[in-house]
């Protein structure tokens, strides 16, 4: 079992940045596929971004490509988002999750991943 935890979320104004954590235990992420959701009031769940198990490969939605960065430390069994530029539809619960397949297929779908975090709230004012 995998316990996913984030944190790092809040208020912040338009153009803003905030940098989100996902700290596991439990079980080594080393090799896993790491991802970011998010989901809005009234909207489902949407892929934000994923990591390959030793960070050398990135994907990301359209939406946040350029502003967005997905990183992670296996030594410290920790993933990162860092949002930067934030946009009020940027606003959502954040989590984030495990995928313990093929540590190099970055699937953008949530039913592929296996263990999920509980989220951390993202409010951009605008």
């Known amino acids: 079992q995998v316990q996913l935890v984030e944190s790092g979320g809040g208020l912040v104004q338009a153009g803003g940045s905030l940098r989100l954590s996902c700290a596991a235990s439990?079980?080594?992420?080393?090799?896993?596929?790491m991802a970011w959701f998010r989901q809005a009031p009234g909207k489902e769940r949407e892929f934000v971004a994923a990591i390959t198990w030793n960070g050398a490969s990135t994907r990301y939605a359209e939406s946040v490509t350029g502003r967005f960065t997905i990183s992670r430390d296996n030594a410290k069994n920790t993933v990162y988002l860092q949002m930067n530029s934030l946009k009020p539809e940027d606003t959502a619960v954040y989590s984030c999750?495990?995928?313990?397949?093929?540590?190099?297929?970055?699937?953008?779908?949530?039913?592929?991943?296996?263990?999920w975090g509980q989220g951390t709230q993202v409010t951009v004012s605008s």
């Open positions: 999750a495990a995928a313990y397949g093929s540590p190099f297929t970055m699937q953008t779908t949530a039913r592929s991943y296996d263990y």
């Open positions: 439990g079980r080594t992420i080393s090799s896993s596929v």
